[in-house]
């Protein structure tokens, strides 16, 4: 068998969401890239998996893609996994598999968790047609990339930290208007999961009196 670059999704919360395909193939490739080996060391010590685990995140993957090709070219099978979710997806990931592809190594990548799904589909906002925005720009392009998104008439998905939530909805009642509908998840799939659905003004007035934990998945409905 050739070897392999396997992408291996990982519960972005509830770690019972892990499929029997993606146990099977992390207790059988050589090395699992990791995003930070102390979270995913915790996943697979629950699991019952002991693999050599190699750092693979967003500072350093520029420097170690190269070696990584090179060890997979000489016969190592690697998965690679995020802390939370399907890697690639707002997480490293990209860089490494067009680097496989442009040296001939086979990619798989296998289905599971990922946070923008179940938002979505919890939201009760159209799923038929939909845009994934990921985080926006901080600084740089957000003006920008929201001007854009004036005119967008599908379902919009963004991710977002806790201590930007605030910030963000705001934005959106000057760019897409205070009556758009819209809702927040948050800590999807954990003990404390919440979904707030309902306009952009009734969200912020939700959140604006609470202590916001945990990931964050905003949809916006589309322009009408």
Do not use: W
């Not at 009760?124 to 001007?147: I, M």
């Not at 963000?168 to 979904?195: C, H, I, M, N, P």
């Amino acid at each position: 068998m050739n070897p392999k670059l396997y992408l291996v999704p990982t519960p972005i919360g509830n770690l019972e969401d892990i499929t029997l395909r993606a146990i099977n193939m992390l207790k059988s490739v050589d090395v699992i890239l990791a995003e930070d080996t102390r979270t995913s060391g915790h996943l697979l010590k629950h699991l019952g998996i002991s693999k050599p685990l190699q750092s693979y995140h967003i500072h350093n993957e520029h420097q170690t893609v190269q070696r990584i090709i090179q060890r997979i070219l000489k016969g190592e099978n690697m998965a690679l996994i995020s802390d939370a979710g399907t890697p690639a997806v707002s997480d490293p990931g990209f860089l490494l598999v067009r680097e496989c592809l442009k040296n001939g190594i086979d990619i798989e990548c296998l289905p599971g968790p990922t946070a923008f799904v179940p938002a979505l589909v919890n939201s009760g906002l159209p799923t038929d047609r939909f845009t994934f925005e990921g985080f926006l720009p901080h600084k740089k392009g957000r003006q920008t990339r929201l001007t854009e998104l004036k005119e967008e008439e599908r379902t919009m998905i963004f991710y977002e930290s806790p201590h930007r939530l605030l910030k963000s909805l705001q934005q959106f009642v000057e760019y897409f208007g205070a009556d758009r509908q819209a809702s927040v998840s948050r800590e999807l799939t954990k003990l404390y999961e919440e979904t707030i659905r309902g306009t952009l003004t009734e969200i912020i007035a939700y959140f604006a009196e609470k202590t916001i934990k945990g990931e964050i998945v905003i949809v916006v409905a589309g322009k009408p």
